[in-house]
């Protein structure tokens, strides 16, 4: 009788190896994979970098900041018009996106002339990432710098162009 129950023991036990065996040998699990496909981003420039009039008694730089804030440096006199470049952009409702600005400065050329004044330090408002309108799709921000005027100037209109960019962030 006892070696009955110690087979019946030593079978219970390999029933049980087997089993524990066979269903740790192999699992499956789906999982689910999921895209969002966001609109393309349109960017539209809705009004220029505007420096004012300029009178330029020696050399110095006229700051217009994209929070609308002037200043100036040397002895200069600024007045007139002055606001920072409008854009609005265009997207997928409530994403959020990131402005780049030009690395370098870029010149502006006098109109019917070769004279050329340098515009940089470029900034944005908002600063950074930004969202869009979680029913329109749309932002705007503003970009301001600082125009570096020579003391001896050449007087005229002075216009030139740069780059900015958005991307989803």
Known sequence: MRNTL????VGAALAAASFATSASAAAT?????????????????????DFGLIAPNTGGTVTVNADNTVSQTGALIS???RAPAGFTVTGTNGASVVVTLPSAPVDL???????????????????GAFQLSPTTGQGTF?????????????????SGTFAVSVEYQ
């Open 142 to 158: 503003s970009v301001g710098g600082t125009l570096t005027v020579g003391a001896n100037q050449v007087a005229g209109v002075y």
């Open 29 to 49: 699990a789906t999982a689910t994979a999921t895209a969002e496909i966001l609109s393309s981003l349109t960017l539209t420039a809705d009004s220029a970098l």
């Open 109 to 127: 050329t006098r109109v019917s002339g070769t004279e050329t004044m340098s515009l940089g330090g470029f900034n944005t408002n908002p600063v």
């Open 79 to 81: 007045t007139g018009t």
């Open 6 to 9: 110690r087979l019946a023991a």
